[in-house]
């Protein structure tokens, strides 16, 4: 088979791979890194057909131009394709508010949505036979089999509050990411309680502990998390649209009931009168994750000046974004402003991705012949530890995995 990385090649974000199978040709993934403005992947040749991974944007976020410029048909899970469409129209709203020019607009979404065909286990394809697995990254993400060929585009193998972990699939040339490549997570369960025992104690001196996570997953997985805790928690921003989403497909979600509970017992801020309860209530769960817009700025912006508050990361915070700014520097742009935080910044790594033994054992398991190392800024520590031939494809770059 032959790939083309039209992005995702040595770096996190902008996925696609135009994937050759003899004649059939097929696109894994075709994304955006998520700034602002975004950067985007190389333009993809004609192809009928593209699979979507799962939603995030640097996966899914090219597929309304996709459509509209090549009529492909889009083969997702249903959830996936609910999902995308939420965050794709968020997506222009933010190009449009902050005024820079953006690849589609409504009709070409809509048009997305038309082509979309929902994927169940298997498919067949001209002469591609597909099977889908679970992927344990976040509700509806598949792993992709097309013959001897399997994509893993973001992997997580370990169970966690929200999803159970992917399971190696034996193959002859495996795709795989490798954002934490190099990079250990700590033990989930060491770092459940920690968080629990941070968020407990910042509110029982009388701070108020503002939570930002991905409206995607992290969301979900932090309201089931702090559901135990018995308090009083108030959710604000896009994260209880997605919720109410996932929760009408519950076979992709590990424990439905776990999450519903969780969503229940769930304060739902919908007004401005909203937000100042949740304050003083004093847990706010809430997006954007990586703050560069979102009601979580309005709540730090009312934190910022007490050292008994908290902002608790739960999650990686990309070069460039706000997040990243108050992680390293106690800054955070505020309405355009920079501004010096004296509230606590913590971080605690829930990540959605296999860590570097989780991914090796992964590929060990997969026992391939082949191995495709992508969406990874460290490819090479994962190339020192495998016993197979190793690919680490450039952007642009074409390369032939041979037949035999
Ligand atoms: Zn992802
Ligand atoms: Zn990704």
Same mark, same amino acid.
């Given at each position: 088979m032959r790939a083309t990385f039209l992005g995702g090649g040595r770096e996190v974000g902008r996925v696609g791979i135009f994937s050759e199978f003899d004649e059939n040709k097929i696109l894994i993934d075709y994304g955006i890194?998520?700034?602002?403005p975004p950067q985007y992947p190389i333009e993809s040749p004609p192809v009928s057909y593209a699979i979507v991974s799962h939603a995030h944007l640097d996966h899914s976020g090219m597929i309304p131009w996709l459509c509209s410029r090549y009529n492909t048909k889009i083969f997702t899970t249903s959830l996936t394709k609910e999902i995308s469409e939420v965050l794709y129209r968020d997506t222009i709203k933010i190009a449009d508010s902050i005024g820079y020019p953006f690849p589609y607009g409504e009709n070409e979404i809509e048009l997305a949505m038309q082509n979309f065909v929902e994927i169940n286990e298997k498919l067949e394809l001209e002469d591609m036979k597909i099977k889908f697995h679970n992927a344990?990254?976040?509700?509806g993400s598949v792993m992709i089999e097309i013959g001897e060929t399997l994509f893993a585009c973001d992997i997580n193998t370990i169970e966690t509050r929200l999803m159970k972990g992917a399971r190696a699939v034996k193959c002859k040339n495996l795709f795989i990411?490798?954002?934490?490549?190099?990079v250990e997570h700590p033990k989930r369960d060491e770092l459940e309680k920690e968080f629990l025992d941070e968020v407990e104690d910042i509110v029982n001196k009388g701070g108020k502990a503002i939570i930002p996570a991905f409206a995607v997953g992290r969301t979900q997985e932090i309201a089931i998390l702090l559901s135990q805790g018995g308090h009083e928690i108030w959710l604000d921003g896009m994260g209880h649209k997605i919720s109410e989403i996932m929760l009408r497909y $519950?076979?992709?979600?590990?424990s439905p009931k776990q999450l519903q509970k969780a969503m229940k017992e769930m304060n739902i801020v919908y007004s401005n009168r909203g937000k100042k309860l949740a304050l003083k209530s004093g847990i706010v769960l809430t997006t954007s994750g990586m703050m560069n817009g979102g009601p979580v700025l309005w709540y730090i912006d009312r934190i910022?000046?007490?050292? $008994?508050s908290a902002v608790i990361i739960t999650g990686y915070q990309v070069e460039g974004t706000n997040g990243r700014l108050l992680l390293e520097r106690k800054e955070i742009e505020l309405y355009g402003v920079k501004t010096k935080v004296d509230c606590q910044v913590k971080f605690y790594d829930f990540s959605a991705h296999a860590g570097h033994s989780q991914l090796i054992k992964f590929i060990k398991d997969c026992s391939p012949e082949n191995v495709v190392v992508f969406h990874?800024?460290?490819?090479e520590a994962i190339a020192e530890e495998i016993d197979a031939n190793v690919y680490i494809p450039e952007n642009g770059e074409r390369i032939e995995i041979s037949a035999d």
């Open positions: 890194v998520p700034e602002n344990g990254h976040i509700p990411e490798g954002t934490y490549a190099g $519950k076979h992709y979600i590990k910022k000046d007490d050292p $008994k990874s800024e460290n490819p």
